[in-house]
């Protein structure tokens, strides 16, 4: 089938290689003209595990193009997919500037029946939004708009994309819903399911997800919060309860809040759909609170232990990125830490398999950047442990030891043993565990 893709970021760059590696003809449009440069050469913009193999791969086979130019972009598409940002405004609602404006300019060009896909993540009631812009210049029996949330997750997006646990699709025509089912078929080969709906609840699907998601994380950071006053461990608690099969295992892991491009921008987007709809949704907004709460937790450590003013202190940050395996920054903790280390004075000095370029452009020469995990521990007066990529997770504690001015680890992440580090004498700080000292 030949495609569009109409934004070339983390959604429509992994969608656009990951339908071109079942065979369809995918065409990747995108206004950043760097962007378009590198991926035309096989370089991708982002770090996404296993992404660059498949992108070279179809490529060289002429299954995947990439251009700036909407026009011939589009031309012979079957179905159009906009993965564009929809980044939170003011108020807090999904920006829907992007999608709209994109919406208006293939109603001008589209001339045979084609199906539109909002893959952004978009509010209830955008499908009818983007059907309305299209119809000022195009007659409805030319086109269908369906919308079809994307699930899959930074850092392992590819396996996301090719074994996905559902695909949700939100459409009432049979036409679009025919092209969509032959579309995704060779996604779904194990047997996992395609659910057709209409296009209200495919919005509000995602957005639930992500904010379910987000509300399991905050209900552990609070219980994490509870379990340090009360003198329990919450990684006992998290097993303990994680292993009843009506609770599960996955997304109790207390932390320093959620970050990411996702879930703070779909939980805000979701309380302004309830506030537009009058109604309370009072669960979360209070996760949102918890969270802006928590992503203070570890730099309140910090002070509690080396006093407010931190001006003659440095501090090793491991990890910035919002999750490991990814270089995206978006909404991150380690910024919020950052920020708060610097407005109380500390120097700082940050370490990240993949994310230091992005961070550079926000911090320039506020901060320093380490060329590697241990050299950013020389003279600090303690490790941070931000994101847990898996390299941070059984270092040389001896050369931590030696590096640092104090054997001491602030841990937002809780990656090491209590115990281990009651055995090697650190003063040791997690996140819902006691402090080892
Ligand atoms: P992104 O910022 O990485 O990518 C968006 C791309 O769109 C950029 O490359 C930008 O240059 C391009 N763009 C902007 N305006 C354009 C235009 N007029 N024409 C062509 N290209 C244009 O964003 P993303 O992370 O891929 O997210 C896209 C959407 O998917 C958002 O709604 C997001 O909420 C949703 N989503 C993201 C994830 C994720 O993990 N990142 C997961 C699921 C859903």
């Known amino acids: 089938m030949q495609l569009a893709i109409i934004g070339t970021g983390y959604v429509g760059l992994v969608t656009g290689t990951c339908f071109a590696e079942t065979g369809n003809n995918v065409m990747c449009i995108d206004i950043d003209e760097n962007k378009v440069n590198k991926l035309k050469q096989g370089k991708t913009p982002i770090y996404e595990p296993g992404l660059e193999v498949l992108l070279e791969r179809n490529i060289k086979e002429n299954r995947l193009q990439f251009t700036t130019d909407i026009n011939t972009g589009i031309s012979g598409a079957k179905v159009i997919f906009l993965a564009l940002p929809t980044p939170p405004g003011k108020d ?14 293939l109603s001008k060009i589209i001339t045979t029946y084609t199906v ?3 893959k952004s993540t978009v509010p209830v ?5 983007v059907h309305a812009v299209l119809s000022q210049h195009l007659d409805p029996s030319l086109f269908d708009v369906v919308s079809n949330p994307e699930f899959l997750r930074e850092g392992v997006a590819v396996e996301d994309f090719l074994k996905p646990d559902r695909i949700v699709i939100g459409t009432e025509s049979e036409k679009a819903k025919k092209v969509m089912d032959e579309l995704y078929q060779p996604y779904i080969r194990q047997g996992n399911p395609i659910y057709f709906m209409d296009p209200r609840s495919s919005e ?15 209900f552990m ?6 379990c340090e006053r009360a003198g329990a461990n919450v990684d006992w608690v998290r097993i303990g309860m994680g292993s009843d099969s009506r609770i599960g295992k996955r997304f109790l892991f ?7 491009s996702c879930f703070p921008k779909d939980v805000k987007a979701l309380a302004f759909t309830a506030q537009e709809m009058d109604y309370d949704y009072a669960i979360i907004n209070t996760v949102m609170q918890v969270n802006d709460r928590q992503k203070l937790i570890l730099g309140q450590k910090v002070r509690n232990y080396f006093g407010s003013d931190l001006s003659t202190f440095k501090f090793a940050l491991w990890g910035l990125a919002f999750k490991p395996e990814t270089d995206d920054i978006r909404d991150a903790p380690a910024l919020d830490l950052i920020n708060e280390l610097l407005a109380a004075g500390a120097s700082v000095t940050v370490f990240d398999p993949e994310a230091m370029e992005n961070v550079k452009q926000i911090f320039g020469n506020k901060i320093q950047y380490a060329e590697s995990q241990y050299a950013a521990l020389t003279d600090a007066h303690a490790l941070i442990v931000v994101t847990e990529w898996s390299e941070f997770r059984n270092p040389d504690f001896d050369r931590i030891a030696t590096a640092l001015v104090h054997p001491c ?3 937002g992440r809780n990656v090491y043993s209590l115990e281990k580090m009651n055995e090697l004498g650190f003063y040791y700080e997690s996140i819902g565990r006691k402090t080892i000292h």
């Open 221 to 226: 950071n609070e219980m994490a919060n509870l």
């Open 92 to 105: 807090g609602s999904a920006d829907l500037q992007y999608v709209l404006d994109v919406a208006a300019a």
């Open 409 to 411: 680890i602030f841990d």
């Open 254 to 260: 207390p932390g320093i809040g959620y970050g990411g």
């Open 204 to 218: 509000m699907t995602k957005y639930a997800a992500n904010s379910y998601l987000a509300m399991r994380i905050s």
């Open 116 to 118: 539109i896909v909002n």
């Open 125 to 129: 009631g955008t499908a009818e939004k």
